[in-house]
């Protein structure tokens, strides 16, 4: 897992986050969703597992998706920082 791969996560979900929360459009959220599963796919298995906990669910089950989306920025911050910190 790179910082670079950190950074991009971080940036990606946290505009995604801002989007959500503030959005009353269902079909934008849902797009939102998708758009974030798709990539949750796609990232670093390593990066993924940080995340997630060992949850295979992470940032793809619907009942939980606004708290994981969460979760996921606050710990993809602290890793940024971190990161930053061993510069």
């Given at each position: 897992m790179t910082k670079d791969s950190i950074e991009?996560?971080?940036s990606f979900l946290h505009q995604k986050m801002n989007v959500y929360i503030h959005s009353s459009l269902d079909w934008q959220k849902d797009?939102?969703?998708?758009?974030?599963?798709s990539?949750?796919?796609?990232?670093?298995?390593?990066?993924?597992a940080a995340?997630?906990?060992?949850?295979?669910d992470f940032l793809r089950d619907h009942k939980r998706f606004r708290e994981d989306m969460a979760e996921a920025v606050e710990q993809l911050e602290?890793?940024?920082?971190?990161?930053q910190e061993q510069k």
């Open positions: 991009t996560a971080y797009d939102i969703e998708y758009a974030i599963a990539y949750a796919d796609a990232m670093s298995p390593e990066l993924y995340m997630s906990g060992g949850r295979n602290r890793l940024c920082f971190a990161s």
